[in-house]
């Protein structure tokens, strides 16, 4: 089944404890994005990448970091997560190709609060 | 700054009734335009797209209609099921861009029986 998979899918967590939340799709996607979601917000993207060692910020990339070392996965890093950090996050994928049509495929989340 | 502004914030519809939900954006670069749906505990899916050549798109009960003029684009849910019930989210992006989406701050729809 073509997915995209987010682990863990709920984290608490304390301030200033380093933590991963990991990102996977079996879909041999270029693109992948990292997206947090809060009330009155929507959905804001984090950082994105177009391809394996490519990656570039998004709106809101303070205080994360990511790395795409293999295609398929896209993990968002947090050295030093802060309760500002407690949200909705999503992944995302999709190809990357010259027409418009490219949809994004989402994970399920990963809903984090940072104390 | 929000790219894509969307309103209403939340929507209640009874079954049968159409749902109207309203995006405007100011950059002229962007020439695709998808609603994603999402339902609670779930991540967000594409439920429609609309590049600016059309003024509307069709399927089934949902329709977007696009105002490339007025920079406005607007998601009709005709026929409202309860089973529409969810977060609609519109969206634009550009040609060249990246496949970066930028959405709109999203609409709760709930459908009442």
């Known amino acids: 089944e073509a997915q995209v998979t987010q682990n863990p899918r709920y984290l608490i967590t304390v301030t200033g404890k380093k933590l991963t939340v990991t990102c996977s799709q079996n879909m041999n996607h270029e693109y992948m994005s990292w997206y947090r979601q809060d009330p009155g917000l929507g959905l804001r993207q984090i950082y994105y990448s177009m391809n394996v060692e490519v990656t570039d910020k998004g709106d809101v990339p303070e205080g994360y970091k990511v790395s795409r070392k293999e295609k398929r996965n896209f993990p968002l890093i947090l050295e030093s997560p802060s309760p500002n950090q407690t949200s909705l996050y999503f992944c995302?994928?999709?190809?990357?190709?010259?027409?418009?049509?490219?949809?994004?495929?989402f994970g399920p989340g990963t809903r984090l609060t940072v104390l | 700054q929000q790219q894509v502004k969307q309103s209403p914030q939340s929507l209640i519809v009874q079954k049968g009734g159409i749902s109207i939900i309203n995006c405007a954006y100011e950059?002229?670069?962007?020439?695709?335009f998808p609603w994603y749906q999402q339902f609670p505990g779930k991540g967000p899916a594409l439920l429609i797209a609309?590049?600016?050549?059309?003024s509307e798109k069709k399927e089934g009960r949902f329709t977007i209609s696009f105002n490339k003029s007025a920079k406005q684009f607007s998601l009709h849910i005709m026929d409202s099921q309860p089973g529409d019930s969810a977060t609609y989210f519109c969206?634009?992006?550009?040609?060249?861009?990246?496949?970066?989406?930028?959405f709109g701050t999203g609409t709760r729809l709930t459908v009442i029986p």
């Open positions: 969206a634009a992006s550009m040609l060249g861009g990246a496949n970066n989406l930028f």
């Open positions: 609309i590049r600016p050549d059309v």
């Open positions: 950059n002229t670069a962007f020439d695709y």
């Open positions: 995302a994928s999709s190809p990357l190709g010259t027409t418009q049509d490219n949809e994004q495929f």
